[in-house]
């Protein structure tokens, strides 16, 4: 048996001493495990989700880190990590820290774009809030010639619209924000109703700001998804840090691989990719199958969808 580091783990070894700090905070954060439970406890369409589900939801080559401007005309530009780094400080421009799209798998393959920021202070010295609906507006307006038209031949236009998430995992907090979730989005406030055949709008949703405030201190929150972050982000040595995380919050840091192996150097990816699938398998086949007890979706549906194997579906029809 042999036992190798995830991904995740091997940056926490790499980042931990500047943890906190922009570009190394960054690199950990964008690991699918921890994007996946980020998303579940933020994005109200994936909360009945488990999180081996989600991340088979997360496309993963859609994962930019510090490679997409805010500014408009500038949001579909992609650019080299080094370049940007050394330099956007000098001239003040605004980059997503992490953007990605989620796709439903409830047979509809519904998109949904997500934007992760992580932020040093919670009060900068403006409005936090101002700066993520700045965000989450360049988030849909970019969409435009992408996702939705304006073209009048096009019958649906801006119905083709997908909804945004820019979440914002705040660490340094003031006592009237520490251990926190909050999510701002539009909903209607009726002024005047002069009939009672009234019909509001739909979707109202479609821009979501949410800042997660930490405790800033690990084991203090109650909820899952900041103490998770709490432990991440604390200062502790990697190796207790990586503990605690695969312990208690289910995080993977090594993977056990039950093949026989002359020499380490002989280990292939397909084997390493072998081990996780199979795990992944059992909790996707577990998940969809509770999912079509609640009546959540259908065979027909998940077949539909094109996102699952002949084989996945035929467990399912057993």
């Not at 994005?43 to 997409?68: G, H």
């Not at 609640?294 to 035929?314: C, F, H, M, W």
Request: aromatic share 6%; hydrophobic share 35%; glycine share 4%.
């Amino acid at each position: 048996m042999t036992t190798i580091q995830t991904i995740l783990a091997r940056d926490i070894d790499t980042e931990n001493i500047d943890i906190r700090y922009d570009r190394s905070v960054k690199r950990v954060l964008a690991n699918t495990p921890l994007l996946a439970p980020i998303t579940k406890y933020t994005v109200r369409e994936l909360k009945n989700y488990s999180i081996p589900m989600i991340e088979k939801c997360i496309d993963a080559d859609s994962i930019q880190v510090s490679q997409v401007f805010v500014e408009p005309g500038l949001t579909n530009r992609k650019i080299l990590n080094d370049e940007l780094e050394s330099k956007i400080p000098s001239e003040g421009r605004a980059i997503f820290d992490i953007r990605f799209t989620i796709t439903l798998p409830d047979g509809s393959r519904t998109k949904i774009i997500i934007n992760i920021e992580a932020q040093q202070k919670s009060n900068p010295g403006y409005s936090l809030l101002n700066r993520g609906i700045f965000y989450a507006s360049r988030l849909i307006s970019a969409q435009l010639s992408v996702e939705f038209t304006n073209d009048g031949s096009d019958k649906k236009q801006y119905d083709n619209m997908k909804k945004v998430y820019s979440i914002w995992i705040c660490m340094d907090c003031p006592e009237n924000k520490k251990d926190s979730i909050i999510n701002y989005s539009f909903e209607p406030h009726i002024i005047y109703q002069g009939n009672d055949k009234l019909k509001v709008y739909e979707n109202c949703d479609l821009m979501n700001i949410t800042f997660i405030h930490l405790s800033g201190k690990p084991d203090q929150s109650h909820h899952r998804l900041i103490s998770m972050l709490d432990t991440l982000l604390a200062k502790m040595d990697a190796e207790t840090k990586k503990k605690k995380l695969q312990e208690e919050h289910n995080l993977p840091m090594t993977i056990k691989l039950e093949k026989e192996m002359n020499d380490m150097c002989n280990l292939s990816a397909g084997i390493r990719e072998e081990g996780i699938r199979d795990g992944i398998l059992i909790g996707e086949i577990n998940t969809l199958r509770d999912m079509l007890k609640a009546g959540l979706t259908t065979i027909e549906k998940l077949r539909e969808s094109g996102l699952y194997s002949p084989d996945v579906l035929a467990a399912l029809s057993n």
